[in-house]
């Protein structure tokens, strides 16, 4: 409330807009210790807004990788936008409303969920194939890059597609798979849908961006993004085909391979926008954003806390003593670093299981050396594999939702 009276007095004093200054959010005490001005912080979480020249990016994003981080920020799509900007002021509400509904979450009894096992999902928890996933990531990581900007930004998105079509030759349900197109950017986006039986308007959301970036200085151009993310785009498709010949979920169930990510999460924030103006019942959306790197151990798991939902990861932390038995480690990106985020900001629960720790994770990433090598752990990334089958499986036959 407060927010709309600002909303209204603060409307005209937007933009001194500067072009080569970046908006992004990043956590205010790593933004100061790169020396940059934060302009505005939100209280609860610690994120701060600035506007940062190249020069300060280039150093935030060293700091960052000090610090075991990757990029560092978030680049929002507000050039040179004032503080106090209506804009501004509307994502820190929507941050801090996540931060107030986990808060409260966390300070209600619904903090514990208790769930019995149920042996279809146990059994299909155990059809996970390595191979299945080594197929998916050599073939997608055979491109020379799956940039979303780059000459070809459609080649490695229809190569899946194939592949997401033949692996479902074995389908027993209809699953309806198409592209997604965006006003911003070439690339297009894939989801495939297997409609729920009763509650078909609750959906339950699982993706990974499916294109890749080369950021290196001096580098070749090439970007395998074997790792970073063909892994958990290969994790979404093997819970497909798993799902694909189960009995019909009583939920809708979508999978997608989002355009964009390395772009600014560009395809997934359209996506979220989209669905949140049609007011579409998302129940969850977990990210699977980087599995194939045992950085911290091949059992443990790391989870992001910001920007994912607190009842989802009590969810989360309950399936897995069910089904999956790995050591989850909380922590943080600090910023909206993968697609979980533009759900987030729309107010959807989401959930982001990682490959490790985030200083443990794999430092190949967005170079031409992110391919499949002796350190591809195809065992840990099936572990991903399998909490996407389990959360799919349970959520879609439950009447479980966020408090
Ligand atoms: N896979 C990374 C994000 C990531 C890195 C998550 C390390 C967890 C640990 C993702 O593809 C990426 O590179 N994101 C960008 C930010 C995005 C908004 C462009 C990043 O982290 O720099
Ligand atoms: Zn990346």
């Given at each position: ?67 075991g981080k990757c990029g560092g920020f978030e680049a929002l799509p507000l050039e040179g936008v004032h503080e106090l900007n209506p804009l501004v002021t509307n994502v820190f509400g929507q ?97 495939a849908r297997i409609v729920g039986s009763t509650r078909p308007s609750e959906i339950v959301v699982l993706g990974g961006h499916l294109d890749s970036i080369n950021q290196e200085w001096f ?9 970073d993310n063909a892994s958990g785009s290969s994790n979404i498709l093997e819970a497909l085909r798993i799902l694909s010949h189960q009995k019909q979920p009583e939920r809708t169930i979508e ?149």
């Open positions: 409330m407060i927010r709309s009276l600002l909303l209204t007095s603060l409307f005209s004093s937007a933009a001194l807009a500067q072009p080569s200054l970046k908006a992004v959010l990043a956590d205010a005490s790593l933004l100061k210790e790169a020396g940059v001005r934060v302009l505005r912080t939100e209280s609860l979480t610690g994120v701060g807004y600035a506007q940062i020249t190249p020069d300060q990016e280039t150093k935030l994003s060293r700091l960052a990788h000090a610090h941050i801090a409303d996540q931060e107030l509904k986990n808060r409260r979450f966390v300070s209600s009894s619904h903090a514990f969920l208790s769930m019995t096992e149920n042996p279809a999902i146990t059994a299909a928890v155990g059809e996970v194939s390595e191979d299945q996933l080594r197929q998916t990531v050599k073939t997608l990581s055979s491109f020379n890059d799956r940039t979303y900007n780059g000459s070809r930004p459609n080649e490695g998105i229809q190569a899946m597609r194939a592949r997401i079509e033949e692996v479902l030759k074995g389908a027993t349900l209809p699953v309806e798979i198409e592209y997604v197109q965006h006003k911003g950017i070439k690339q297009n986006s894939i989801r580098g070749n151009g090439q970007a395998p993004g074997a790792d999978f997608f391979w989002y355009a964009g990510e390395e772009g600014g999460l560009l395809g997934s924030s359209e996506i979220a926008q989209t669905y949140k103006s049609q007011k579409k019942d998302v129940i969850g959306a977990l990210q699977l954003d980087m599995t194939l790197f045992a950085g911290t151990g091949q059992f443990v798991l790391g989870s992001m806390t910001d920007f994912t939902s607190a009842w989802l990861r009590s969810y989360f932390e309950s399936l897995n003593t069910l089904y999956i038995k790995a050591k989850i480690v909380n922590d943080k990106c600090g910023y909206g670093c993968s697609d979980h985020a533009s759900w987030n900001r729309q107010g959807y629960p989401t959930l982001m299981p990682f490959e490790a720790t985030f200083k443990d994770m794999n430092h190949n990433i967005h170079t031409s050396s992110d391919v499949v090598d002796s350190k591809s752990n195809f065992t840990h990334s099936a572990m991903f594999a399998k909490i996407a089958v389990a959360y799919a499986m349970d959520l879609s036959n439950s009447t479980l939702r966020e408090p």
